[in-house]
């Protein structure tokens, strides 16, 4: 059920799974160097309910921003229940509020408690300060609204969870603006063609935390027994709308060293574990540790290899399969290949020219690995 819940959710467009102040945390102490004196925008987040708001609010001095925006899409269904503690608050800024789209800046937090540091008390008198503001947003609080777009503008980095049925658009339109950005999306991301483009263009890395099973606070219900459990065991109620959601990954342009740190490939090649495709001159290779240290021709790798991309070390070649695989080489599956994947007992509908790389094991058995990336070694 839960399962069939987030593909009712991908399907109808239902994006509300709101991200954790942990999982936050963890992915953003790696970039304290980027915020100082930086404007930070979160355009998905209704300061009510958003981690993000909390966290970039209670480390506002830290980081040494100069100011964060939040902005909110309409009506939340879950809002409140975050951040309870801005009921009081909304209410005065926003009278007789019917929950229409609304905008936070903040631009000075100040230790009110006078304990040294800043934390949740100290957020919650924020909007008393004159240099912070809450308002209605004329619109509904689309981050494509020309409103919304002008806070972009003024903005250097915008970081968030956006809403995974429209994340094409949404890191195309951070790429118009040529904004920064560190930004949370699922692990196909990296197949859709404007994302590898980028990619491959050296114009967007995964961040650190890569191929995570998030726990995500949602509107959904969590009735698949295996997710609940996971998430019990991670000490979430799923009977409160905890999910996890496989395979999620931080996307980022901002220069993180781990992208400069060489993959350390102890493998040699050898002809027989890495057999040559039959419709590409590139190996297979099954698992990114498993990268030959010797092989200066182009191979098939996993996906998950982007988690590993250092641009000086390897070149993206292309994609083994999907929208961009033309791109690589015209060549589909040939007939007898097809022919041969049946009599193997092979499932799924293919055909020949279908685009997808595909190779014989050394027992000659025809294989079609799940989505490759073909890269390269940059020669040093
Ligand atoms: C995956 S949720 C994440 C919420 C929040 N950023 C967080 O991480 O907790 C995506 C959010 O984007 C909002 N949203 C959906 N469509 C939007 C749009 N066109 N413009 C702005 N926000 C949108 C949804 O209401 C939802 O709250």
Redesign the pocket.
Known sequence: MAKENLIKAKKS?K??????LVD?EKELEHYKEYFKDKIVF?????PF????FKYFAMNFNYLGLKKLIC????N?PIAYS?LSFLEDVQATAIPNNNRK?YKIEISEVLDYNNDGAVDLADVEYLLKNDKNSLCLLKG??????DE?IELLKECDIVV???????FRE?IAQLIEYDKKFII?GNMNAITYKEIFTLIKKNKLWAGFGFNLSMI??SVYDNTLEANKKFVKSKGFDPNDNYIKVPAVNWYTNLKIKKHYEELICYKKYTIDEYPEYDNYPAINVDKVSDIPYDYEGEMGVPITFIDKYNPEQFEIVGQGQGNLYRELTPKGLTKKFVDDYYKFGGKGSIKEDHPVLAYYDKNGKPVIPYMRIVIKRRKK
């Open positions: 467009k994006d509300e799974f709101y991200t954790q936050i979160c355009n998905c987040d209704d309910e958003s981690n993000f902005t909110s899409y309409d939340s975050q789209a509904n609080g689309d981050f494509r609204s919304c968030t969870n956006p809403p995974f049925s429209l949404y949370i995500y606070k």
